[in-house]
């Protein structure tokens, strides 16, 4: 079944210890992104990739990293998460962007407390 | 920059009743546009889409029409069911590409039997 896979569904962590949430994808999709989900804003682009190796900022990448050593995972990780960072986080994959000829596939999402 | 409004929710409906969600956009150029749903617990997924200009799109009952002199997109369905509840996001992007997908900030709908 093509799917995109993220965990953990629910993480609750401490200020300042670090954090990684993988995201895999089997659909062999070129691009990858993460947004995080908060009322009242929807959804906010975080970091994107376009390949392996190729990533890049999105609207609000303080205080996230990530990286593409495989097509297949694109982990967020979060070095010294702080309170503001309480969310919740999709995972998206899609074979180009979001264009109209390549919807996006999202996971079903990882609820991040942080206290 | 570009830019997607939706109408504040939740929005509550019987069984059975008409949905109108209504969702205008500001972009410069000629944006696709397209609707997610998300239902309780899972992520977005795509609902209908439009590409150009009085295209309409349609899915599972839902429809929208692309109105270029409005910069509107609304979703409707005739006759909603309890299965319809989720979260309706209204989305643009521009063809070719890779090209960034703008979200609305989503509209809650919540159908009581």
């Known amino acids: 079944e093509a799917q995109v896979t993220q965990n953990p569904r629910y993480l609750i962590t401490v200020t300042g210890k670090k954090l990684t949430v993988t995201c895999s994808q089997n659909m062999n999709h070129e691009y990858m992104s993460w947004y995080r989900q908060d009322p009242g804003l929807g959804l906010r682009q975080i970091y994107y990739?376009?390949?392996?190796?190729?990533?890049d900022k999105g609207d609000v990448p303080e205080g996230y990293k990530v990286s593409r050593k495989e097509k297949r995972n694109f982990p967020l990780i979060l070095e010294s998460p702080s309170p503001n960072q309480t969310s919740l986080y999709f995972c998206?994959?899609?074979?180009?962007?979001?264009?109209?000829?390549?919807?996006?596939?999202f996971g079903n999402g990882t609820r991040l407390t942080v206290t | 920059g570009d830019s997607v409004t939706q109408m504040e929710g939740p929005v509550t409906l019987s069984e059975e009743a008409f949905l109108t969600i209504n969702c205008t956009y500001t972009a410069t150029g000629y944006p696709s546009l397209f609707w997610y749903v998300q239902y309780p617990g899972e992520g977005l997924q795509l609902l209908l889409k439009?590409?150009?200009?009085?295209d309409k799109g349609s899915n599972k009952g839902f429809e929208a029409t692309y109105r270029k002199e409005t910069t509107s997109f609304h979703l409707e369905k005739g006759s909603v069911q309890v299965s319809d509840s989720a979260v309706y996001f209204c989305?643009?992007?521009?063809?070719?590409?890779?090209?960034?997908?703008?979200f609305g900030t989503g509209t809650k709908l919540q159908v009581i039997p």
């Open positions: 439009a590409t150009k200009a009085d």
């Open positions: 989305a643009l992007t521009f063809p070719g590409g890779y090209q960034k997908v703008t």
């Open positions: 990739s376009m390949n392996v190796e190729v990533t």
């Open positions: 998206a994959s899609s074979p180009l962007g979001g264009g109209d000829n390549s919807p996006l596939h």
